[in-house]
């Protein structure tokens, strides 16, 4: 059940993976990244959160390891992995290209 | 064990994993919430609100990395156990019944399989039949040389055509420890027709299959093995057979066996040559053609059948056939119905097991109504909850399986003990991979059987409501599976009824003999020391003076032959000419058989004679000859002429002096006459054919000492005048039990099947009503607290069970008019539909399944109806 990348439902996905390419982070600087970068409109749902990042981690899109934060505790943190990088350009493309067709329609209707 | 606790450990350290995870993040979240100014505690609350339900989300994470299938087969496979473990009675019921079921469908079809179904150890034997001329002197087809050859020069349809003296003859392998072996004499094409290679060495070639060719001669594997120690050097060494060198050319292949399936060690060249006359019998087989069949092969045969006839003597002529029938039809005989007959019954008890599982399952499944519901409640998907239901019954069925197995092994080893003579491979039956895989693939599919009705009623959590109300639907359906039992046992049980009533008809025929205090030994004289009639007539001579001393025994006979079973002499009846009367039309009147007898044989056997005399001593010294005929013979002849002092002409002319009582032999008599032993070489004792001839013989003594004793005396005699000869002595009795053995095999095993079916379906019966009176307790508890008797609510329970076995028994009578129509050839004297026996059968079902269900009736009537109420 390998992720495609014009799967809408990767809408999660490309947030997370994007979000990534900012360098490894844990769950919950995922979900505050995207919720501060979006100002707010999009709210990430915490309980689908994190089962996309274990199926990003099986379909070794992601790679995680422990790691200490900060104020200095042990934290699960996410990093693209090559086939990520690659995933997420394809995936950002195919976003645009939707983004642009919709739009296309909705200024003709 | 290392891997499973690193998986353990594995397991474990990832749960907390998961754990620590999110409780990173609900911290970090609580922590936010504090600094936008939320209290301590309500910020913790936040923060679980927000982030949802974490034993639902972990499990989630957790079916992202670990759901694999196996992980949660093994899964279902634990929690099927446990259940099974916490439910023992359900489970072992369940076990015993795939057990009984499989076991017994394993067991017959270890057998019935070598006999219909798997394939020959010959290439493309289905192409292989067996050729040759049918008459009633032999149940198999044979041909003469005489036919053979020019058969084999014309025929069309065979791609190759082949054949062996019929009968493996014994040969002396007379070395330093010299062993009686057995040789076949077959043609240099043998091996070739059949598609078999010598394991080593090479087959005959025809320049060695000719008379007076050098001789030659090919091993058995297992004599090779056991005799010659495998010794690969063998080949082209020479052996000594009845004192002549023989060269090996090869050594047969382990799997190898005569197409007729008789032992054979050694295979020697028959060296037939194209004129022979000597009325040696040939097994001929061929291979078809592609696309050849049975009846286009039979109408190609037909014009060289008709030419051959003509060599054929006049009177048997009418009485021959064409027959060309499947190798594998030659080998089983008469096998055939009665392997389907066993493997459709069996395959009834497999049923009647499978819906009875089914039935407790259902039950079963009821009662879990509760779990399953609360699992739905909990999020389990339908899906996965038929998943686990058919997880439980496909373990349910392959422990029975493994069960079954056991009991197969047992059941085999009873069937193989109790099996008459005759019954083809039986001997090679065995629970090997093939019979095996069948077995575990019928539990797999009888586990999708019965699984499929519980998994199919799994609830929806809105059950958990109004969880008490369901199940009138599901009680149909088990009352339909115990009707089904039922219907099935009957078909059984009147299977079974007829075939022992059809036993105990042939059981007590009157056989028109006195069967017992007789001892009777047979014996066949070598080939090389009594190939001239003047030696066996020397050895008979020596022989009678040396029984009758002990002539205080009782009387004493000698015969070439004895009533009812055996090789015995027969010719046609319009071979028999009367003296004055204008001959039979050929053809009409069938076989007569007839024996070559001294006086005794009358008195020995207790053949009364109704009429005239019976044979004499000084007959025997008389130059006049004298004949006895049964009473349907003399019937057949002289229709209602006085027979006493008339002449016939059967081997030599002889005058009637005697009308004996008839012999039934089997269900059948055939009618007889017999013909005095001389102490002269007279016409019939010269007149009969070398090799046979009077080599085969048989003693009758009529004695009451005990038959131990009586045995070894007749043995130390025989063996006084030749110490090789090997005798089988039986009692008359035995003999004549061996006619029914067969019918009496089939019989017990159907008996076995139909027990099995019906004390499955009384289980069916029993469990179904116990439930019904599990669940109407309450019910029952208001009927009784409104004033009904205890004796209404056992017959309001009783009256349910009558209703079901009723409609069984309806359909299972149907069932049985249908089945037991195919049992045919199976019966003797049984009338078709036998009433009787479809009323006792049907009576013992109705009292079987009343009396299973009289128990939860007697439950029923003693529920406490204070109890009941309370109850829940």
């Known amino acids: 059940m390998a992720l495609?990348?014009?799967?809408?439902?990767?809408?999660?996905?490309?947030?997370?993976?994007?979000?990534?390419?900012?360098?490894?982070?844990?769950?919950?600087?995922?979900?505050?990244?995207?919720?501060?970068?979006?100002?707010?409109?999009?709210?990430?749902?915490?309980?689908?959160?994190?089962?996309?990042?274990?199926?990003?981690?099986?379909?070794?899109?992601?790679?995680?390891?422990?790691?200490?934060?900060?104020?200095?505790?042990?934290?699960?943190?996410?990093?693209?992995?090559?086939?990520?990088?690659?995933?997420?350009?394809?995936?950002?493309?195919?976003?645009?290209?939707?983004?642009?067709?919709?739009?296309?329609?909705?200024?003709?209707? | 064990m290392k891997s499973v606790r690193n998986w353990w450990r594995r397991k474990r350290s990832f749960t907390n994993e998961l754990h620590e995870e999110i409780s990173f993040h609900l911290d970090m979240r609580a922590q936010r919430n504090r600094e936008s100014g939320m209290a301590g505690r309500e910020a913790v609350q936040a923060a679980h609100r927000h982030f949802g339900n974490t034993t639902l989300i972990q499990e989630d994470m957790r079916r992202m990395h670990t759901n694999t299938f196996l992980e949660s087969l093994v899964q279902d496979l634990r929690y099927a156990a446990r259940g099974f473990v916490r439910s023992p009675v359900f489970t072992l019921t369940a076990v015993f019944a795939a057990a009984l079921g499989i076991g017994a469908s394993t067991a017959v079809f270890s057998v019935v399989d070598r006999i219909l179904f798997r394939s020959l150890p010959y290439s493309q034997a289905d192409h292989l039949v067996s050729v040759g001329m049918a008459s009633p002197l032999d149940r198999n087809e044979f041909l003469f040389p005489e036919a053979y050859v020019p058969w084999r020069a014309y025929q069309k349809p065979f791609q190759a055509i082949t054949s062996w003296t019929a009968g493996v003859a014994a040969c002396d392998l007379s070395e330093i420890n010299p062993v009686r072996l057995d040789c076949a004499k077959v043609e240099a094409n043998f091996l070739p027709t059949f598609g078999i290679t010598p394991f080593l060495g090479r087959n005959f070639t025809a320049a060695e299959d000719r008379p007076n060719a050098p001789r030659v001669a090919m091993l058995s594997y297992g004599l090779w093995q056991t005799r010659f120690g495998r010794n690969p050097n063998l080949v082209g060494k020479q052996i000594r057979l009845d004192g002549q060198p023989f060269t090996i050319t090869g050594i047969l292949p382990p799997s190898f066996e005569m197409p007729t399936l008789n032992h054979a060690d050694l295979l020697i060249p028959q060296a037939l040559s194209d004129t022979e006359r000597n009325g040696r019998a040939l097994r001929v087989f061929a291979r078809l053609k592609d696309g050849v069949t049975l009846e286009q092969a039979e109408a190609a045969m037909q014009p060289l059948f008709q030419q051959s006839l003509k060599s054929v003597p006049a009177p048997f002529r009418n009485e021959m056939r064409l027959r060309i029938r499947s190798l594998r039809d030659r080998q089983i005989q008469d096998a055939r119905l009665a392997s389907w007959v066993l493997l459709?019954?069996?395959?009834?008890?497999?049923?009647?097991?499978?819906?009875?599982?089914?039935?407790?399952l259902l039950a079963r499944s009821l009662n879990r109504q509760r779990e399953m519901a609360v699992r739905t409640a909990l999020g389990a998907g339908r899906l996965r909850l038929i998943r686990q239901i058919i997880t439980e019954s496909l373990l349910l069925s392959v422990i029975g399986g493994i069960a079954g197995c056991a009991v197969a092994s047992v059941l085999l080893r009873t069937f193989v003990g109790i099996a008459p003579d005759g019954i083809p491979r039986l001997a090679q039956a065995a629970l090997d991979t093939r019979v095996l895989l069948v077995t575990f693939v019928g539990s797999l599919v009888c586990g999708l059987f019965f699984g499929l009705a519980p998994a199919l009623q799994t609830p929806r959590a809105e059950s958990l409501a109004g969880w008490r109300t369901t199940g009138t639907r599901r009680l149909?359906?088990?009352?339909?599976?115990?009707?089904?039992?039922?219907?099935?046992?009957?078909?059984?049980?009147?299977?079974?009824?007829?075939?022992?009533?059809?036993?105990?008809?042939?059981?007590?025929?009157?056989m028109g003999i006195e069967t017992e205090h007789v001892v009777t030994a047979e014996f066949v004289l070598g080939k090389q020391a009594y190939s001239k009639p003047e030696q066996q007539l020397a050895f008979f001579e020596q022989l009678e003076p040396r029984l009758r001393q002990l002539g205080y025994l009782g009387p004493i006979a000698l015969s070439d032959s004895l009533p009812p079973s055996g090789p015995s002499r027969s010719r046609p009846l319009a071979a028999i000419h009367v003296?004055?009367?204008?001959?039979?039309?050929?053809?009409?009147?069938?076989?007569?058989?007839?024996?070559?007898?001294?006086p005794g044989y009358f008195p020995t056997l207790g053949i009364p004679i109704l009429h005239g005399r019976g044979f004499v001593e000084e007959d025997r010294a008389s130059n006049e000859n004298f004949v006895i005929l049964s009473q349907s013979l003399a019937a057949k002849l002289f229709a209602h002429d006085d027979p006493l002092g008339k002449r016939i002409r059967t081997e030599s002319p002889a005058t009637v002096i005697g009308i004996a009582r008839d012999v039934n032999i089997g269900d059948h008599t055939e009618p007889e006459y017999y013909v005095l032993r001389k102490h002269i070489l007279d016409a019939t004792f010269s007149n009969q054919m070398p090799p046979n001839g009077w080599r085969r013989a048989s003693i009758a003594i009529r004695t009451p000492l005990n038959p131990?004793?009586?045995?070894?005396?007749?043995?130390?005699?025989?063996?006084?005048?030749?110490?090789?000869?090997?005798?089988?002595?039986a009692t008359m009795q035995e003999r004549v039990s061996g006619l029914t053995q067969r019918p009496r095999f089939i019989?017990?095993?159907?008996?076995?099947?139909?027990?099995?079916?019906?004390?499955?379906?009384?289980?069916?019966?029993?469990g179904v009503m116990a439930f019904l009176v599990g669940q109407r307790?309450?019910?029952?508890?208001?009927?009784?607290?409104?004033g009904a008797t205890p004796a209404v609510i056992g017959k309001l329970i009783l009256a349910r069970a009558a209703l079901w076995t009723l409609a069984g028994a309806t359909i299972g009578l149907a069932g049985s008019l249908l089945a037991t129509r195919t049992l045919g050839t199976l019966l003797f004297n049984v009338p078709p539909n036998d009433p009787a026996t479809l009323a006792a059968a049907t009576t013992l079902l109705l009292l079987i399944s009343l009396g299973a269900a009289w128990i939860p009736s007697r439950k029923a009537a003693s529920v406490d109806p204070m109890v009941a109420l309370r109850h829940d």
């Open chain 2, 747 to 766: 019989a017990i095993l159907l008996s076995l099947f139909a027990g099995m079916g019906i004390l499955l379906a009384a289980i069916g019966i029993y």
């Open chain 2, 777 to 786: 307790a309450q019910e029952i508890g208001v009927r009784m607290a409104l």
């Open chain 2, 476 to 510: 149909l359906l088990r009352e339909t599976l115990v009707a089904a039992q039922l219907a099935a046992s009957l078909v059984l049980l009147t299977g079974a009824g007829m075939l022992l009533r059809s036993l105990w008809n042939l059981e007590n025929i009157s």
């Open chain 2, 708 to 729: 131990k004793e009586t045995s070894g005396w007749i043995r130390r005699e025989v063996a006084s005048i030749d110490p090789v000869l090997p005798v089988t002595i």
């Open chain 2, 344 to 360: 459709a019954a069996v395959a009834a008890v497999l049923l009647i097991a499978c819906a009875n599982i089914a039935n407790l």
């Open chain 1, 4 to 109: 495609a990348p014009d799967n809408l439902q990767g809408t999660l996905v490309l947030l997370i993976l994007k979000t990534l390419t900012r360098g490894p982070n844990h769950g919950f600087g995922i979900a505050l990244h995207i919720q501060t970068v979006s100002d707010s409109a999009l709210r990430v749902e915490e309980g689908s959160l994190y089962p996309a990042l274990h199926r990003l981690e099986r379909d070794k899109l992601v790679a995680a390891e422990w790691k200490v934060t900060e104020n200095s505790r042990r934290a699960r943190y996410y990093k693209l992995t090559p086939a990520g990088h690659k995933w997420l350009a394809a995936a950002e493309e195919n976003w645009t290209a939707l983004a642009k067709g919709v739009n296309k329609v909705l200024r003709f209707a």
């Open chain 2, 579 to 598: 003296d004055g009367r204008p001959p039979l039309a050929e053809g009409s009147g069938g076989m007569v058989t007839w024996r070559f007898v001294t």
